[in-house]
């Protein structure tokens, strides 16, 4: 199946700070979604973003779908930012999302 | 989006019991899932829930564990059977509205303790 690899594992920041996540996947996709995890385990919808450049607020995310990879960017980071960070996928022929191994961001006051 | 309901949000179950977990979408929608996500891992899918047939399950899980209903285009449950301390996990459902978009939206999961 699909193999969805996110980087870096760990980032802890101060506030204020920008950041960079990075997903890989192995496989032509169409679609991917950004979720944020926050401590309490709810899952929040970001972005579905399979492709192109999309942007809410401080947060933005870019897909290029042709080198097969994904980035979130967070501007001005906020201790509320604090979590875990996932991309799922899914590839074509399969309605099923695969999610990636995670970012758990800690932004520190 | 979606309003997903999990019940129960928390419980401390013995090993060797069951537990049936429910989860409620406020309007119709075109599909269903179940997550669990182990402490400190990632999601991994346990089934897809379809409505008025037998549930679809991943590799490395089977009904007799994990059985599902799914009576209506809003509701589903999943029951935890003859739990062990390794089921100790998130059990999140998840839904899909639009099958053109395919943009899926979790409820705020079940968090579960086998002792």
């Known amino acids: 199946g699909i193999q969805v690899e996110q980087s870096p594992p760990d980032l802890i920041l101060q506030e204020g700070a920008n950041s960079t996540l990075r997903c890989n996947f192995s496989d032509s996709v169409n679609n991917l979604q950004w979720f944020h995890q926050n401590p309490w385990g709810q899952l929040i919808n970001l972005f579905y973003?399979?492709?192109g450049t999309k942007q809410n607020g401080r947060l933005s995310a870019t897909t290029v779908a042709t080198e097969r990879y994904s980035l979130l960017y967070i501007s001005s980071s906020q201790t509320t930012d604090s979590g875990v960070y996932f991309c799922?996928?899914?590839?074509?022929?399969?309605?099923?999302?695969?999610f990636g191994t995670g970012t758990r961001l800690t932004i520190i006051p | 989006s979606a309003v997903i309901s999990q019940k129960p949000s928390r419980d401390i179950c013995q090993r060797g019991t069951s537990l049936t977990i429910q989860c409620q979408v406020d309007s119709q929608v075109t599909m269903m899932f179940w997550y669990r996500q182990q402490p400190g891992q990632s999601l991994t899918l346990i089934a897809t829930?379809?409505?008025?047939?037998?549930?679809?399950?991943e590799s490395g899980f089977v009904i007799d564990k994990f059985p599902i209903s799914r009576p209506n285009l809003t509701f589903s449950t999943l029951t935890v059977s003859n739990m062990s301390p390794e089921d100790s996990s998130i059990y999140l459902c998840?839904?899909?509205?639009?099958?053109?978009?395919?943009?899926?939206?979790f409820g705020p999961g079940t968090r579960l303790t086998v002792t």
């Open positions: 799922a996928v899914m590839n074509f022929g399969n309605e099923k999302l695969t």
């Open positions: 973003i399979p492709s």
């Open positions: 829930a379809n409505q008025g047939s037998e549930a679809t399950y």
């Open positions: 998840s839904v899909v509205r639009d099958r053109n978009a395919y943009e899926q939206y």
